[in-house]
């Protein structure tokens, strides 16, 4: 961190470095973390070793088009399925072509030691298991039109994550739409921000047919996951693209 490079340290595998060593010292894809406790406004139950309650559940990818602002599973199952099919656009922090699409199953792809076929199906598990589960969402920050965002982002994705939690509560309106339950313009708190109706129809439009061919691209995630992969994501596509 500092603009000389110190004489001598321990690197990130644990073994001594110096400048002229030949080797990096920290991790290329390093980031700099600090504890959750550090956050002022932190839940006083966040680390309750006898765990908290989970009303929500918010999966989001990174997509320039056709991916609506937010938008809630129908159910458990759909939800799984729109956690294990998520992908976002390449960026220059990842492996692989820039604006190229991949699939990160629940953003647990480089994490899980284990099969993510299994890893689908323990969360399908889950909906015998608990008597009320999470509602699940999906969020895209990263929509562009022209090359610029459309939607302000920052603090004002609070709007948004208050209809999640409204909603969760069963205390908002959600519409249907083939992709799940969507709130409409008025639907959403706008009290100091100037976000006109038309802009929010263009930023949580989308095109079916686009969206069915890129459904009909899970294929290619369930192949690789073969005989692991439960059925009821088979299931699940062919309700989307019937919907579509």
Excluded at 121 to 140: G, Y
Excluded at 165 to 181: D, K, T, Y
Excluded at 199 to 222: C, I, N, P
Aim: charged share 25%; glycine share 8%; proline share 7%.
């Amino acid at each position: 961190m500092t603009k000389e490079p110190p004489k001598h340290l321990i690197d990130w595998t644990g073994k001594d470095w110096t400048p002229d060593c030949g080797r990096n010292a920290a991790h290329p894809n390093a980031r700099f973390t600090s504890p959750a406790r550090n956050c002022p406004v932190i839940d006083p139950e966040w680390e309750n070793p006898a765990g908290v309650p989970i009303r929500a559940i918010i999966f989001g990818g990174r997509r320039m088009n056709d991916v609506p602002l937010v938008y809630q599973a129908f159910n458990w199952s759909h939800g799984v399925y729109i956690g294990a099919t998520m992908g976002s656009e390449q960026t220059a922090a990842a492996e692989g072509q820039v604006g190229a699409l991949r699939r990160d199953p629940m953003a647990m792809l480089p994490f899980c030691g284990y099969n993510m076929g299994d890893y689908f199906r323990h969360w399908l598990s889950m909906a015998k298991r608990v008597k009320e589960p999470p509602r699940i969402f999906h969020v895209n920050w990263f929509r562009k039109q022209d090359g610029k965002f459309m939607w302000p982002g920052f603090g004002q994705n609070m709007r948004v994550l208050r209809w999640v939690v409204e909603r969760s509560r069963g205390q908002a309106i959600g519409v249907e739409s083939p992709l799940g339950w969507i709130p409409h313009y008025h639907d959403i708190d706008w009290r100091g921000l100037d976000f006109s109706e038309a802009q929010w129809d263009e930023l949580m439009g989308y095109a079916r047919d686009r969206v069915k061919k890129q459904t009909l691209s899970h294929e290619e995630l369930f192949l690789e996951l073969s005989e692991a992969l439960p059925k009821t994501m088979i299931f699940e596509r062919e309700l989307l693209i019937s919907r579509l």
